[in-house]
């Protein structure tokens, strides 16, 4: 879900391509967890994901919308303020391909149309 009255809605509505990073690096000097020596976490892979983005909803009537936007908050019920208003569209995301590079800088490459 994303607000009306952005320059990010703007552009997705004149552009529908959209790539999104996503990683496992920490973001704390001193995190805890279960991959690194000594107990602190080390990240080991990026993920950059490239689709295509459809806007639901321009005026909160779409049947498809309601579903996706019930879900979205049900997974993140304590954000409402971002998901459910009059002027929140829901936008559907449908990747088309992904890059996953791992620490050592391999990469390996994903397509839709491949599988």
């Not at 704390?28 to 976490?41: K, L």
């Not at 049900?74 to 829901?90: E, K, T």
């Not at 391999?106 to 839709?112: E, N, P, S």
Request: negative net charge; hydrophobic residues 30%.
């Amino acid at each position: 879900t994303t607000r009306r009255e952005t320059k990010k809605f703007n552009m997705l509505k004149e552009q529908n391509g959209v790539a999104l990073l996503i990683h496992d690096f920490s973001q704390f000097e001193n995190d805890e967890g279960p991959n690194s020596e000594g107990g602190g976490r080390q990240g080991v892979h990026s993920i950059t994901l490239n689709g295509k983005c459809e806007i639901l909803d321009e005026d909160n009537t779409s049947d498809k919308a309601k579903r996706y936007r019930t879900k979205h908050l049900q997974h993140n019920p304590d954000y409402p303020q971002f998901i459910v208003g009059p002027d929140i569209s829901v936008l559907l995301i449908t990747i088309t391909s992904a890059r996953i590079c791992n620490i050592n800088d391999q990469v390996t490459k994903w397509d839709a149309k491949d599988n």
